[in-house]
């Protein structure tokens, strides 16, 4: 078998990149980390190396397009659901990104991959500092409220979120036995949204309450 010096320099830069985006992943306990995000680099610049080398002249690519598809069925894995809010996002998609990383390495590209692997890196470290920023301004928040059937807060409870500065994006309210169950999602400051649920601490005619 012939050993080919540029295809053991891609394999060794997709370590690298697979590291140090792995390495990110594992520093914030994900569940795709270290050895996860370099076997995926890995195995994405393999398989373009052997497309490039397999393929044949029309298609040469035609191994490489199925990365596409397979890495799409292993970032679903990382997509949770927990309660409202859907976890693994992030993560699904730097698998994805890794992966084209890789096939990047296999075809050759090596200042793009650099220059996008900086690019990961810097959204991954500095972002989430924004994004703390943004939460401190605004929250999402579902609440789910129960009241008794004849309540005069059914109709009132919109203006309450109103007086507290949360706006209410979204509203649904169900019949259930002789009570009523109000689903609001709401946007506004943090602060704003500790105040209010106090305030349904405290009221006696809310039986229920949860978000």
Do not use: C
């Not at 500095?126 to 008794?148: A, C, G, K, M």
């Amino acid at each position: 078998m012939e050993f080919i010096p540029e295809e053991a320099l891609k394999l060794g830069l997709a370590i690298i990149v697979g590291g140090l985006i792995g390495a990110e992943r594992e520093f914030r306990d994900k569940a795709a980390g270290f050895r996860t995000i370099i076997f995926i680099t890995l195995g994405s610049t393999l398989f373009t190396i052997f497309s490039l080398g397999l393929g044949n002249e029309t298609n040469p690519t035609r191994i490489a397009a199925n990365i596409v598809t397979g890495i799409g069925f292993l970032g679903a894995g990382a997509i949770l659901r927990e309660g409202t809010k859907v976890a693994g996002l992030t993560t699904a998609a730097a698998i994805w990104l890794s992966a084209s990383l890789g096939m990047g390495l296999g075809g050759g590209r090596y200042m793009l991959v650099a220059i996008s692997t900086l690019a990961v890196l810097a959204v991954l470290w500095f972002f989430p500092y924004f994004e703390r920023w943004i939460d401190n301004v605004r929250e999402s928040r579902t609440y789910e409220i129960i009241l008794p059937l004849n309540s005069p807060k059914i109709a009132e409870l919109p203006k309450r979120f109103s007086e507290h500065s949360l706006n209410v994006i979204g509203h649904k309210e169900h019949k259930a036995g002789g009570q009523v169950v109000l689903t609001f999602t709401t946007l506004g400051r943090p602060e704003n949204q500790t105040r209010f649920v106090n305030i349904l601490m405290k009221d006696a005619d809310v039986l229920e309450f949860r978000y």
